[in-house]
Structure formats: C-alpha cells, structure tokens
C-alpha cells in the first residue's frame, strides 16, 4: 500500500494529530505526515511535530483578519467577490460589505496556507482541531476534478451539534448517546458527506471532562481507521446532482470495524470517567 502524504491542520493541542502520528511510527496507519500548519504560533500541537522532525508552519490567521498583514495584496487578487460571497455558506453577517470584507481576509490568509501546503504536495488535509472556517476559495482548490482532498474530525454526531462546540452541546443537551464523526470538508460548516461515524455511552455520573476523554478515544481511532481506507482505496464516493453523495466503504472487514469501535466505547467508559472525575 502506498503511504499517503498527509498535511495536518492544527490549532491547538493536537492530541489527534499525536494519535495519527504514534500509528504511523508504528506501522500501523500508511501515511505520512509531511506538515503541520497552525493558525496560531502557541499551538502545543506543533510541538508535536517537531519533536519528530516533521515541518511546522504558522499562518497568522489573526493579523489577517484585523488587517494587519496583507492589507495590499487583494486588490491584486483576480477574484469575482460577488461570485464567492454567493458561493459561500459560512459567513452569515447580513450587511454584504462587512461580510465581503471578512470573505477577503479569509481568503488572503487561505492563499498563504494553500502556498505553503501545495510546497509539500499532499494527497490530504486532514483537519485535527483547526478553529477556522473555510471559504470556497480553499475548498474548490483541493476538492478539484471530483475529487473530495479535505478531511475534518468533528466532536458530535453530525448533522447534530455543528460548530466548535460538539461535546459541550452533546453533554448540555442531555444527551444519552454522544458521537465522533469523520466527514470530508464541502462548502458548509461540518456538513460534508460523511465517511464514518462512532457513538459512546453518557453515564449519569459523567461530566464534561470525562465526556470528552471518552470522545477523542474513539476519535482517535475513527480518524486512523478513515485514513487506512484511504490509504487502500476503500473509500467510494458517488455523487448524485442535487443530493449528497453516497460514500460507500468497501472494506470487507467493515463490520468488524464497527463492532470494535461500539465494544471500545464501552470498555472506555468506567475507565475514563473515574479517571477524569
Ligand atoms: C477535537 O475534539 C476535534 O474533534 C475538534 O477539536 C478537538 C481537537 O483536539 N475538531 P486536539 O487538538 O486534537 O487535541
């Protein structure tokens, strides 16, 4: 199987990013990480890249967005705004001038991470807790020819929950079931088709510390297992005009991949909420 060169996209921690990167030492996950990119320069996560000798870059999202950097550069840009405002689905300001404004400085922040990701040619983006939208700008760029490039970990069970928030709103809501979901990454916020899904038990005496830790367990594992069929070309996605694709995963051993991952919610449960508690 050949590996698969993976650029990952970071914003805090990385504990996910760590996940991927312990499976690929050992062998057990054909890929390779051939950059972390942040919008943040204090993201622990980096450090976990460079402990391994894997590159780090830093997009300075912030500077950005309050003008600071690239205040000349986008009239330069041959951009039709109005196309890409009507495109987009993430900005939701009424007023079309701020949110244009906004959509600019996005995309100029965009245009640096797409620079410095294309250096390493990767055949993923994997999302592994980067806290920025995405413009179509980005998207269409590696989404290209039909093909689906941009992978995201959501904290939720889709379509439930979308946003930053997924185990808050999972454990304020009352929920009895939470859920990780793997998805590639479309034009809307956390609404792309979705690759895979796990569910773990709430237990009354659960907090949302222990909510969590049960939760990035199985993201670990759900994230690693999505970039495996990857990897072996298990993953088919077919498209339908005016309706989400199907994405079928052809792996023979799929149910036993499934039935792992309900058994690991279980036998995680005890264990992280007296460990967290
Ligand atoms: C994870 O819960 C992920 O699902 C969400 O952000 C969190 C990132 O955690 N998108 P980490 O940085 O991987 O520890």
């Known amino acids: 199987?050949?590996?698969?060169?993976?650029?990952?996209?970071?914003?805090?921690?990385?504990?996910?990013?760590?996940?991927?990167?312990?499976?690929?030492l050992v062998g057990e996950l054909?890929?390779?990480?051939?950059v972390v990119v942040s919008d943040r320069a204090d993201a622990f996560g980096l450090n976990?890249?460079?402990?391994?000798?894997i590159p780090t870059r830093v997009v300075d999202y912030r500077g950005y967005l309050d003008g600071r950097t690239g205040k000349s550069e986008a009239n330069a840009l041959w951009i039709d705004w109005e196309a890409l405002d009507n495109a987009q689905q993430i900005l939701k300001a009424p007023d079309p001038g701020r949110r244009r404004d906004r959509l600019r400085r996005l995309v100029l922040a965009e245009r640096e991470l797409i620079g410095i990701l294309d250096?390493?040619?990767?055949?993923?983006?994997?999302?592994?807790?980067?806290?920025?939208?995405?413009?179509?700008?980005?998207v269409r760029h590696y989404n290209?020819?039909?093909?689906w490039r941009i992978l995201n970990i959501h904290p939720a069970l889709l379509p439930s929950f979308?946003?930053?928030?997924?185990?808050?709103?999972?454990?304020?809501?009352?929920?009895?079931?939470?859920?990780?979901?793997?998805?590639?990454?479309d034009e809307g916020e956390d609404s792309g088709p979705i690759i895979a899904q796990a569910i773990y038990p709430l237990w009354p005496d659960d907090n949302l510390a222990s909510v969590r830790e049960r939760g990035l367990q199985l993201e670990y594992e759900v994230y690693s297992q999505c970039i495996r069929w990857l990897a072996a070309e298990q993953i088919a996605v077919e498209e339908r005009s005016g309706k989400?694709?199907?994405?079928t995963i052809t792996?023979?051993?799929?149910e036993g991949v499934v039935k792992r991952w309900v058994e690991q919610a279980f036998s995680e449960v005890r264990k992280a909420s007296s460990s967290v508690r």
Request: hydrophobic letters at 40%; a neutral charge.
């Open 251 to 254: 792996d023979p051993g799929y």
């Open 48 to 53: 976990r890249a460079r402990n391994v000798d």
């Open 30 to 34: 054909p890929a390779e990480v051939v």
């Open 119 to 138: 250096e390493y040619e990767p055949d993923y983006v994997c999302l592994a807790g980067f806290m920025r939208l995405l413009t179509p700008f980005f």
């Open 162 to 185: 979308p946003g930053e928030r997924g185990y808050e709103d999972t454990f304020a809501y009352g929920c009895r079931w939470g859920g990780v979901t793997v998805h590639f990454v």
């Open 144 to 147: 290209r020819d039909g093909g």
């Open 244 to 247: 989400r694709p199907i994405i």
């Open 1 to 24: 199987m050949r590996k698969l060169r993976l650029a990952v996209l970071i914003s805090g921690g990385g504990t996910n990013l760590q996940a991927i990167l312990d499976r690929a």
